[in-house]
Each structure stands twice: as structure tokens, then as C-alpha cells.
């Protein structure tokens, strides 16, 4: 089955940091591009970073030098390490395939003091 699921959100205080986890169900994960994106509330949806399956990354103008995507293709997993945490990076994160249209449940990341 396949399916997309995040872990590694929670409570951090500005400045601070976390790491998010999309652990992926897919077949031949290795050859497919991967997203991270983050809705706040009251917002759309935004693309926060995206890696090739070569590993070439990209980003969101808010999120640069801050956040930093990677991917293990032997364990099927993307990561997602946010530094200097703001208050408005307070969203739920999500995890995408867009060649599958595939999302997860998507994990929760509050910055307040």
C-alpha cells in the first residue's frame, strides 16, 4: 500500500530546532521527487522544499538557510531539518509525492515562546 507518513513535529521555542520525518511506501522511491509542504491557518498550502532523485534541492524564499531537505533512498525516507525557527513557521508539514498525488496526514510544528 501505498502511503506517506510524517513524524518529528512538536513544541519549539523561536530559535529553536526540529527534524521532520516522511518515511514513504513507495515503490522505486528512489527514482520520484519529493516535497515538503506547510499550510498555517487561514493559508494555502506552500511548497517549503524539494529534492530530485538525484538530490538536488530547492526552496522557499522564507525557509532559505534555514531548512535543509535530504533523502536516504535505502530507507525510503526524506528529512526535513528546520533551524532559527520563527513564529511563522508554526504549520502543519506535509509530505508529497506529486508523480502519485500522494500526501500524508501531515505533522504539526508550533514556534511560540
Known amino acids: 500500500q501505498r502511503q506517506l507518513v510524517e513524524s518529528g513535529g512538536g513544541l519549539v521555542r523561536p530559535g529553536g530546532s526540529l527534524r521532520l520525518l516522511c518515511a514513504a511506501s513507495?515503490?522505486?522511491?528512489?527514482?520520484?521527487?519529493m516535497y515538503w509542504y506547510r499550510q498555517a491557518p487561514g493559508n494555502q498550502r506552500e511548497a517549503v522544499a524539494v529534492?530530485?532523485?538525484?538530490?538536488?534541492?530547492n526552496y522557499a524564499d522564507s525557509v532559505k538557510g534555514r531548512f535543509t531537505i535530504s533523502r536516504d533512498n535505502a530507507k525510503n525516507t526524506v528529512h526535513l531539518q528546520m533551524g532559527s525557527l520563527r513564529p511563522d513557521d508554526t504549520a502543519v508539514y506535509y509530505c508529497?509525492?506529486?508523480?502519485?498525488?500522494?500526501w500524508g496526514q501531515g505533522t504539526q510544528v508550533t514556534v511560540s515562546s
Open positions: 508529497n509525492c506529486p508523480l502519485l498525488n500522494l
Open positions: 513507495l515503490a522505486d522511491f528512489g527514482s520520484k521527487t
Open positions: 529534492i530530485s532523485p538525484s538530490g538536488i534541492t
